[in-house]
């Protein structure tokens, strides 16, 4: 069985370490602990590692945030993978930093690179694990709060929740979205 993970972020050293670029520090991550590499392919950089049985694809769109529907359709289609077998991680402004939510399907909640994904692929039933990011920014200052990194506090803690979200995604792959949902939501 293949799955497809895709952590949303924006290419470039200027969004490395914000909040908006989760996505890509989870991926990251996991690919270090996995002890594989990042290729360049069409549309983002993507790996591949097994793990119980299952064939697992990571994709980090270089399409920039509000674009990644074009390497998300195109990578589903390219690896014939059923958009039930494509999990999106991106940052939510809604849930508290460091609390995920792992659902089945859903809307995009006014995130612009969600919306771009529901656009090219044909809808909101694909899974996706939410990262909380906080919302302590001024009304207006959204983008500049998502754009922005951690602070010291959130740093501190950060490799923690990340292993956490990876837990969840490998969860995802190996048991199941129910699984998934029902280990690491709240």
């Given at each position: 069985?293949?799955?497809?993970?895709?952590?949303?972020?924006?290419?470039?050293?200027?969004?490395?370490?914000?909040?908006?670029?989760?996505?890509?520090?989870?991926?990251?991550?996991?690919?270090?602990?996995?002890?594989?590499?990042?290729?360049?392919?069409?549309?983002?950089?993507?790996?591949?590692?097994?793990?119980?049985?299952?064939?697992?694809?990571?994709?980090?769109?270089?399409?920039?945030m509000n674009l990644s529907g074009h390497a998300v359709n195109y990578w589903i289609k390219y690896l014939k993978i059923s958009k039930q077998n494509t999990l999106v991680i991106t940052d939510d402004l809604a849930l508290p930093y460091g609390k995920l939510r792992v659902k089945p399907k859903g809307s995009a909640g006014g995130h612009n690179g969600l919306k771009n994904i529901e656009?090219?692929?044909?809808?909101?039933?694909?899974?996706?694990?939410?990262?909380?990011?906080?919302?302590?920014?001024?009304?207006?200052?959204?983008?500049?709060?998502?754009?922005?990194?951690?602070?010291?506090?959130?740093?501190?803690?950060l490799t923690l929740k990340i292993d956490f979200a990876i837990d969840s995604l490998l969860t995802f792959c190996t048991q199941g979205i129910e699984n998934a949902m029902n280990q690491f939501n709240g």
């Amino acid at each position: 069985m293949k799955h497809l993970i895709v952590g949303l972020g924006n290419p470039g050293v200027e969004y490395e370490l914000t909040r908006h670029n989760i996505g890509f520090l989870i991926l990251d991550r996991l690919a270090d602990l996995k002890k594989i590499k990042f290729e360049n392919g069409k549309y983002g950089f993507w790996a591949l590692f097994k793990d119980r049985g299952r064939s697992i694809y990571l994709l980090k769109p270089t399409t920039f945030m509000n674009l990644s529907g074009h390497a998300v359709n195109y990578w589903i289609k390219y690896l014939k993978i059923s958009k039930q077998n494509t999990l999106v991680i991106t940052d939510d402004l809604a849930l508290p930093y460091g609390k995920l939510r792992v659902k089945p399907k859903g809307s995009a909640g006014g995130h612009n690179g969600l919306k771009n994904i529901e656009e090219l692929i044909g809808g909101q039933d694909y899974p996706r694990l939410r990262f909380g990011v906080g919302n302590d920014f001024s009304r207006g200052t959204q983008i500049n709060y998502v754009l922005s990194s951690f602070n010291k506090t959130e740093t501190k803690m950060l490799t923690l929740k990340i292993d956490f979200a990876i837990d969840s995604l490998l969860t995802f792959c190996t048991q199941g979205i129910e699984n998934a949902m029902n280990q690491f939501n709240g």
